[in-house]
T-cell receptor, first 112, second 115 residues
Framework: QQPVQSPQAVILREGEDAVINCSSS?????VHWYRQKHGEAPVFLMI?????EQKGHEKISASFNEKKQQSSLYLTASQLSYSGTYFC?????????????FGKGTLLTVNP | GAVVSQHPSWVICKSGTSVKIECRSL??????MFWYRQFPKQSLMLMAT?????????EQGVEKDKFLINHASLTLSTLTVTSAHPEDSSFYIC???????????FGEGSRLTVL
């Protein structure tokens, strides 16, 4: 099942913050976050496995709620290099049936 | 992070020919690799799961005779687009899952243009 990402797009000025959400109707085994720049492959940011988990550093971090159906990516004091499309990938089957299904993406534009 | 290498990055071919794309995990063994396809400004669509030493598992709607997948070793998977047509033009991306940790890393992608 494809996760739902929001917002679809966001425009920031350098230094501003953003939150990108990813939600599923089913409990998830894991959530992965990626950033993709135009014409390039996605770059891995982080993986969340446990309900209630928060990880990352002060600039880019993510959370996974207790029910494991919703994750958020937090971008703090954004830099120009943060521009790109952010995808969450979710695994709702786990084990030997592992596979990631990606959301439609959130286009983030950071302007000077 | 882990390195997954994909080759070639760009390929242009004539309609009716076959194209092979290689995906290698350079610093870890990957029993499972995945092949995705991406259209411009769209999300990544999973095509198939490639399992080392066994047949690939294809997603619904993906023609297995059209997109041949071979996972000959723990570090190499190949995707062959057979009898390519212009509608097969796309960005194809492989990924490999690190068993310890569960992270999924992507190759650089291969942009296929069929004339």
């Amino acid at each position: 099942q494809q996760p739902v990402q929001s917002p679809q797009a966001v425009i920031l000025r350098e230094g501003e913050d953003a939150v990108i959400n990813c939600s599923s109707s089913k409990a998830l085994y894991s959530v992965h976050w990626y950033r993709q720049k135009h014409g390039e492959a996605p770059v891995f940011l982080m993986i969340l496995l446990k309900g209630g988990e928060q990880k990352g550093h002060e600039k880019i971090s993510a959370s996974f709620n207790e029910k494991k159906q919703q994750s958020s990516l937090y971008l703090t004091a954004s830099q120009l290099s943060y521009s790109g499309t952010y995808f969450c990938g979710t695994d709702d089957s786990g084990g030997s049936n592992y596979k990631l299904t990606f959301g439609k993406g959130t286009l983030l534009t950071v302007n000077p | 992070g882990a390195v997954v290498s994909q080759h070639p990055s760009w390929v242009i071919c004539k309609s009716g020919t076959s194209v092979k794309i290689e995906c290698r995990s350079l610093d870890f063994q990957a029993t499972t690799m995945f092949w995705y396809r991406q259209f411009p400004k769209q999300s990544l669509m999973l095509m198939a799961t490639s399992n080392e030493g066994s047949k690939a598992t294809y997603e619904q709607g993906v023609e297995k005779d059209k997109f041949l997948i071979n996972h000959a070793s723990l570090t190499l998977s190949t995707l062959t687009v057979t009898s390519a047509h212009p509608e097969d033009s796309s960005f194809y991306i492989c990924s490999a899952r690190r068993t310890q940790g569960g992270e999924l890393f992507f190759g650089e992608g291969s942009r296929l243009t069929v004339l």
